[in-house]
C-alpha cells in the first residue's frame, strides 16, 4: 500500500486557489468539504493510492485495473491520487446497470455524483464525479465534440474584470497539474451548442462525490483518462 508523499500532496492541493477562479469554478461549502489529509508523525499525509478491487464481472468484460501512483503523461508528470480519500461508492467500478441507453452512452447521475459508461450485456463501467451544486448542475442531453488533452484553461472577460490578476492568462493557462481542466477534457454541445459544460480532470482530487463546482463534472484525473481513452467525439451524454 503505497503512501502518497508530503511533496506529491502539497503540489497537488496548491492549486485550489486557481481552482477557485475556473471557468468550472470550485464553490464548495465548508460544511461538505473534505478536509485535507491529516500527516501521520514522520509527516506522511494519511492517504494511499489503493482503490477498491474491481468486480468479478470486469475480467470477462476487457475491464482491467489500473493505477492511481505517480506516472508520466505526454509532457507531464501526472501526480498520484489518493484513492483512500475518496469513499468507495465514487472508486472506478464494473457494475450490473439495466438500461435502455445503447453501450458507449455516457450517463450522468447527479444525485449519486456517479458517471456511468454503458457496457453491453447488462453492465457499466462506473466511476465517481463531483458535480455542481443545487442551481448548478448540468441537467439534458448532449454530446462529446471535442477532446483535449492537458487542456489550456482560458477565462472569461467577465472573470478577467473581476479578478485583474487573471489578465495574464487571458490568452491561456497552459496545461499542467495546477491547471483547474486536470489531464483530460471532453467538451460538451447540447442542441449543436458549446454551453461552457466539460467533463475533466481535477488536482482536487478529495472534493469527488461532493457538490462543489459550478457545472462542470470533475472526475479524479486517472479516471478521466481511463474514460477519455474509450469515447471518441460524438459519444452522447445523458443526465439522469
Not at 7 to 13: K, S
Not at 121 to 147: K, N, P
Amino acid at each position: 500500500m503505497k503512501f502518497i508523499s508530503r511533496r506529491g500532496f502539497l503540489m497537488t492541493a496548491s492549486s485550489a486557489s486557481l481552482l477557485a477562479v475556473a471557468g468550472c469554478q470550485t464553490t464548495t461549502d465548508p460544511q461538505t468539504t473534505t478536509d485535507a489529509p491529516r500527516y501521520t508523525a514522520d509527516g506522511r499525509p494519511i492517504a494511499t493510492t489503493r482503490a477498491e478491487p474491481l468486480s468479478p464481472h470486469a475480467a470477462r468484460l476487457g475491464i482491467t485495473p489500473i493505477s492511481y501512483e505517480e506516472r508520466p503523461d505526454g509532457a507531464h508528470t501526472l501526480p498520484a491520487t489518493g484513492m483512500s480519500l475518496i469513499p468507495p461508492q465514487f472508486h472506478r467500478q464494473v457494475v450490473e446497470y439495466q438500461t435502455a441507453h445503447r453501450p458507449g452512452t455516457i450517463l450522468v447521475s447527479n444525485s449519486q455524483r456517479q458517471l456511468f459508461l454503458v457496457l453491453p450485456d447488462g453492465f457499466a463501467l462506473r466511476y465517481g464525479i463531483a458535480v455542481g451544486r443545487e442551481g448548478r448542475t448540468w441537467r439534458g442531453s448532449g454530446a462529446i465534440y471535442r477532446r483535449a488533452e492537458w487542456p489550456t484553461w482560458t477565462p472569461t472577460p467577465r472573470m478577467i474584470r473581476e479578478d485583474r490578476s487573471l489578465a495574464r492568462f487571458a490568452g491561456g493557462m497552459p496545461g499542467g497539474v495546477r491547471n483547474p481542466l486536470g489531464a483530460r477534457a471532453l467538451y460538451l454541445q447540447s442542441g449543436g451548442v458549446d454551453r461552457g459544460y466539460r467533463i475533466h480532470g481535477t488536482p482536487e482530487y478529495w472534493l469527488i462525490g461532493q457538490y462543489v463546482s459550478s457545472g462542470c463534472i470533475r472526475m479524479v484525473n486517472h479516471d478521466v483518462i481511463d474514460l477519455y481513452q474509450r469515447v471518441p467525439n460524438g459519444t452522447r451524454v445523458v443526465t439522469i
